[in-house]
Each structure stands twice: as C-alpha cells, then as structure tokens.
C-alpha cells in the first residue's frame, strides 16, 4: 500500500522561508515522479512542482519558479519544497503527490496523493 506522509506546514511571515517534507512508502520511488499539489480556500487545486524520477528533470509553473525548488533524495524515498519569498497567496494545504509520469502530476491527476499539509502565510 502506498502512503505518503508530507511534514513541515506552519505558519510564516511573507517573505519568510518553510520547507516541506514528504516520506513515500509501500514501493521504491526512484522510477516515480514526485510532486506537489496545492489547494487554497474557495479554489481548485493546484500544480506547484514536480521531478521525474529517472532523469531528475523538474518543472515549476510560473507562479513559483524562481521561489520554490524541489530535490529528492531516492535513498529515502523523500521529495523536499523548498518555499523561498513567500507571499499570502501562497497560502493552501500542499499535498505531496507520486506517479509514474511527470505530465500527470502537472495535469493535478497522479495517482497517489498525501493527506496534506497546511501553510499560512500572514501579511
């Protein structure tokens, strides 16, 4: 059974920095795209990021690159956010997400998702 378990929302300043964590188990990752999907109040979800498992080739969209930056470390089946410059409209629960292709995650359709983590930036 796969689980992902995503760690370290909270609630920051804009312009402050967080880092996210999220732990995959139940198969080896390192052929699987890793991601993350948000989730602000009163909207749809989200893409925020995502790396290809073998080539390790990342994608942001336009309104965190340069800001955010996602690494993964294969040994622990882990994939790290990296939130740098946070703004109020940052703000959502961050899911963490897994499938075999890169495309699916940017699409807001993996196939596996984590429960998700909340982070609130105040003005």
């Known amino acids: 059974q796969v689980q992902l378990e995503e760690s370290g929302g909270g609630l920051v300043q804009a312009g402050d920095s967080l880092k996210l964590s999220c732990t995959a188990s139940?198969?080896?990752?390192?052929?699987?795209?890793m991601g993350w999907i948000r989730q602000a109040p009163g909207k749809e979800r989200e893409f925020v990021t995502a790396?290809?498992?073998?080539?390790?080739?990342?994608v942001y969209p336009d309104s965190v690159k340069g800001r955010f930056t996602i690494s993964r470390d294969n040994a622990k089946n882990t994939v790290y956010l990296q939130m740098n410059a946070l703004k109020p409209e940052d703000t959502a629960v961050y899911y963490c997400?897994?499938?075999?292709?890169?495309?699916?995650?940017?699409?807001?359709?993996?196939?596996?998702w984590g429960k998700g983590t909340q982070v609130t930036v105040s003005t």
């Open positions: 997400a897994t499938d075999p292709s890169t495309l699916a995650i940017a699409r807001v359709g993996p196939a596996f």
């Open positions: 139940g198969r080896t990752f390192s052929n699987y795209a």
């Open positions: 790396i290809s498992g073998r080539t390790g080739n990342k």
